[in-house]
């Protein structure tokens, strides 16, 4: 038994390793068509990024793991697999549950490791990366990576959700947590401009906490940040864009000093 749950757990842990690095490789590559040379002069940093986001992997990968073995072996969590268990309009509740409850659990962790102590032990790892990139998004110390990996697997034994919703809100929790920090909106300026992004946070958003620390901590909604007065409203990339480009010149006058002296 204890072989099995030990394999469930290296197994999680490999998933949660490879799609993080998947996923945030698909948007890295993304951000060097788009908007070249951004991560330029960063490879130090994404180096360590990379790093400690596979560690965390580790720590999501375990409980993820024991959760998912006792759930197939002795009946734990109220995941369901049969889609008429509970009424249709149920699903879209279920995720909403979800992304609600960990934005209300990620708000207040978040806002907790400002304070001094928990910042200088753990959540400055997170903000060591200035600016951040797609290689971020689980770019943890283990002490912030387990308050992290607590959320899902107690979540499924608490409010009941079928498996393809499950799959549903970790792919929105894998894709929010690449582009939130991938240094550029890939939202359409009328999502986050508009109505719907006075509630969702996107990359807009987040910029601003990494900017200035003391705002915005929320993690899907605006709605613990507005109702708290920690929301100062969306920011943008002009000035990391700015600094991108300004390396970039110098790279090429340095280049063709280079080219000068070779001819
Ligand atoms: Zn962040
Ligand atoms: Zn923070």
Not at 70 to 90: C, F, H, K, M
Not at 186 to 198: E, Q, S, Y
Request: one cysteine or more.
């Amino acid at each position: 038994m204890w072989s099995a749950i030990l394999l469930s757990a290296v197994a999680m842990t490999l998933i949660v390793g490879v799609r993080y690095l998947v996923v945030s490789g698909a948007f890295a590559w993304g951000t060097r068509r788009r908007h070249p040379g951004l991560y330029a002069g960063l490879n130090a940093q994404v180096r360590k990024e990379i790093g400690w986001s596979l560690a965390s992997a580790a720590i999501y990968g375990v409980p993820a793991g024991v959760v998912a073995w006792g759930w197939q072996n002795l009946g734990w969590t109220r995941i369901y697999t049969d889609a008429s268990e509970y009424p249709l309009w149920y699903l879209p509740l279920s995720v909403f549950l979800y992304l609600f409850a960990h934005d209300s659990w990620f708000y207040w962790t978040h806002r907790w490791m400002h304070r001094p102590r928990p910042f200088r032990l753990a959540h400055a790892v997170h903000h060591a990366s200035r600016p951040p990139t797609a290689w971020a998004a689980m770019a943890f110390h283990p002490i912030e990576a387990l308050t992290g990996a607590v959320v899902i697997p107690t979540l499924v034994f608490l409010i009941p959700i079928h498996v393809a919703a499950l799959g549903f809100v970790l792919g929105i929790m894998t894709v929010m947590g690449v582009t939130n920090h991938m240094g550029w909106e890939v939202f359409p300026r009328v999502m986050w401009r508009g109505p719907l992004g006075a509630w969702l946070i996107t990359a807009s958003h987040h910029q601003k906490h990494h900017e200035r620390y003391g705002c915005n901590y929320g993690l899907y909604f605006r709605f613990w940040d507005r109702l708290c007065g920690t929301d100062e409203g969306v920011g943008d990339f002009a000035r990391s864009h700015d600094a991108a480009a300004r390396r970039a010149a110098a790279r090429r006058a340095a280049a063709g000093r280079v080219a000068d002296r070779v001819a």
